[in-house]
């Protein structure tokens, strides 16, 4: 079976850090782009970032450049999502997809990321 | 405020046929294809349509997606109560360099 389990959520307090991880299993990692998407409380989908299959390209939404890193480890079978300086505005659950826009998508169930005093 | 524009809701009753829009610009919907994820609550997004039309295997052929020009649509024809969901639209945007969804329609089934 195709899974991807993320992992890493907590409660934060504003100006903290914050590592996620997504781990794939079931099919070949290394062949996709991988996205980070969110979601806030009772709000709709915001796109966070992506990768390209060797790691070579990412991209970011502008409100998390300089503050939020993706990365991932193909030997690992992993995505990260490295969150430093986090916001209350940030405080969403956390997907990560494969392939987000492709017939090979594939959703993790995601993870809530709370940032709060 | 969300890049694409969507309906924040929408209702049909069993059997009938429902559309949901999407507009965008040329950034966006004008020059990239389009995908439609829904949602149950508490729930992870699935992938409805994608490449303006295609359905992944095991998704029925009552939902059909549509673009023309800067927008796009997402129809679920024969309506049934479990079509009673959150739905999205997303493209790439090549001006800002992202991928952008709608803001979300919640659909009613009555």
């Known amino acids: 079976e195709e899974l991807l389990v993320e992992s890493g959520g907590d409660l934060v307090q504003p100006g903290g850090s914050l590592r996620l991880s997504c781990a794939a299993s079931g099919f070949t990692f290394s062949i996709y782009w991988m996205d980070w998407v969110r979601q806030a409380p009772g709000k709709g989908l915001e796109w966070v970032a992506n990768?390209?299959?060797?790691?070579?390209?990412?991209n970011y939404v502008d409100s998390v450049k300089g503050r939020f890193t993706i990365s991932r480890d193909n030997v690992k079978k992993s995505l990260y999502l490295q969150m430093n300086d986090l916001r209350a505005e940030d405080t969403a659950v956390y997907f990560c997809a494969r392939n987000l826009m492709r017939a090979s998508c594939l959703w993790g169930q995601g993870i809530l990321v709370t940032v709060s005093s | 405020q969300s890049v694409l524009t969507q309906p924040p809701s929408a209702s049909g009753t069993p059997g009938q046929r429902v559309t949901i829009s999407c507009s965008g610009s040329?950034?966006?919907?004008?020059?990239?294809?389009v995908s439609w994820f829904h949602q149950l609550p508490g729930t992870a997004p699935k992938l409805l349509i994608y490449?303006?039309?295609q359905r992944p295997s095991g998704v029925p052929d009552r939902f059909s997606g549509s673009k023309s020009g800067t927008s796009a649509s997402l129809a679920i024809s024969g309506l049934q109560s479990e079509d009673e969901s959150d739905y999205y639209c997303?493209?790439?945007?090549?001006?800002?360099?992202?991928?952008?969804f709608g803001g979300g329609t919640k659909l009613t089934v009555l």
């Open positions: 040329t950034s966006n919907i004008g020059g990239n294809t």
């Open positions: 990768i390209k299959e060797d790691g070579s390209q990412k």
């Open positions: 997303a493209t790439w945007d090549g001006s800002l360099n992202v991928v952008v």
């Open positions: 490449s303006n039309n």
